[in-house]
């Protein structure tokens, strides 16, 4: 019987058989706060105070469709900036493509649909491993996924001739999903001789990448330095395209906006590509949200209120990295046979700790210290006052 039908009354009939399949899947990624939002030295979440000063600037707006419209390119306007740099020849050109999306995933949802409809036969490639989602968002749009080497567990770090390969053997014209800055979850970027040597064998291939930006800041606390591999491929005249988030640079997790953008080959595709991307946010949910896309606007419109964001991201990202320095300081002075140089060598949000999920088990048992089974720690959740804490637990499940 078709879904819509009327004859088992309103709840049975989409239901139907479905109910204990449907148990067994239920979504466990919620479980926990082990999310990438970011957390103060007490652990409290934080409302930046250029949000706090944009929100008093816009308060009594009226929200009109015709404001909407206007704020949301100004904003997109504004975001392409951070991405390819506001000097850039990109921008000059006015060769960008962008739309405003709900936050980083609805902005790697759109593209993922834009990918099936005008590249039916195409795959992407994603790395081994990777944020869980990007699986199930290019799955959904029911685009094919393979996978490319990135994380060496012995090294802890990149596996650097492993990933080249990958991109060699892939078929020409594939397209590969990279992280910009601060991979999640391993925290693991490329140097940038690499990111030059991945730029160029790219060219080779004439493979398209897709930056997923969702951290832009947090892995050197300076915005333009965390562009830096989506700038070299610039260089090396690659088309790209960028999803971008302001959920935790801007501490907006709530608010989700965020920004879709295609590099186009010349100022004329930039309509129709555009106009295409809108389309298919169109028949989803018909037009963003305009409260949160007001204030990203308006911090990244103000010269003041923007060095105001600037200045608040570093303080994150360099708190962060002193818990990192601090955890591994502890770590070392408890005489721990083990090495942890990776937790400094790993940056932005979180650590690929090398925990073994017994140990992630005996942490959340015995020590009440929770992250995800593959021993990922969200270094926003370590304080001055919880580190030692938590080196002297890790140690207790490690040695
Ligand atoms: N991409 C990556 C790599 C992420 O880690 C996240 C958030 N965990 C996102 C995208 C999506 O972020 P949001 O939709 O909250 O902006």
């Not at 999310?35 to 930046?48: C, E, K, S, T």
């Not at 000063?53 to 909407?68: H, K, M, P």
């Not at 195409?122 to 990007?134: A, C, E, G, V």
């Not at 994380?151 to 080249?164: M, T």
């Amino acid at each position: 019987e078709p879904c819509g039908s009327r004859s088992e009354g309103p709840h049975n009939w989409c239901h139907r058989g479905l109910s204990r399949r449907f148990l067994r899947q239920q979504d466990k990624s919620w479980s926990g706060n082990n999310f990438g939002a970011y957390r103060d030295d007490d652990g409290r979440p934080v409302v930046l105070q250029c949000v706090r000063e944009a929100e008093a600037r816009i308060a009594g707006s009226e929200f009109l469709e015709s404001v909407s419209a206007s704020v949301s390119s100004k904003m997109v306007e504004e975001s392409v900036k951070l991405v390819y740099g506001k000097e850039s020849d990109v921008v000059k050109e006015g060769r960008v493509a962008g739309v405003q999306a709900l936050s980083g995933t609805g902005a790697c949802r759109l593209f993922a649909e834009f990918q099936r409809r005008f590249h039916p036969e195409s795959r992407i490639y994603l790395p081994d491993p990777t944020w869980s989602n990007h699986h199930n968002i290019w799955r959904d749009a029911q685009v094919p996924e393979r996978t490319f080497h990135y994380y060496d567990p012995d090294s802890k770090g990149l596996n650097f001739s492993s990933l080249i390969d990958d991109v060699k053997n892939a078929p020409d014209g594939s397209f590969f999903l990279l992280h910009p800055c601060a991979h999640n979850p391993t925290g693991v970027d490329p140097t940038i001789e690499q990111w030059r040597e991945i730029s160029y064998q790219f060219k080779v291939k004439n493979h398209f990448p897709f930056f997923d930006m969702a951290y832009q800041g947090f892995a050197s606390g300076n915005l333009d330095q965390d562009a830096q591999a989506i700038r070299i491929f610039l260089e090396d005249d690659h088309l790209v395209g960028c999803a971008q988030s302001f959920a935790k640079n801007m501490g907006l997790y709530g608010y989700r906006v965020g920004c879709l953008s295609i590099l186009c080959a010349d100022s004329n595709q930039v309509g129709p590509i555009r106009s295409q991307l809108q389309r298919i946010a169109r028949a989803v949910y018909s037009s963003p949200p305009v409260h949160g896309v007001l204030l990203v606007s308006t911090i990244l419109s103000d010269p003041y209120l923007k060095s105001l964001w600037i200045e608040e991201v570093k303080t994150m990202a360099n708190r962060v990295r002193r818990m990192r320095t601090t955890l591994q300081d502890s770590l070392e002075r408890l005489d721990s046979p083990l090495s942890w140089e990776h937790i400094t060598n790993q940056v932005g949000f979180f650590c690929f700790s090398g925990l073994t999920p017994e140990q992630v088990n005996r942490l959340a048992r015995e020590f009440h210290i929770y992250m995800t089974h593959d021993g990922r720690i969200s270094m926003a959740g370590v304080t001055t006052d919880n580190v030692s804490y938590l080196a002297n637990a890790i140690h207790e499940v490690t040695r």
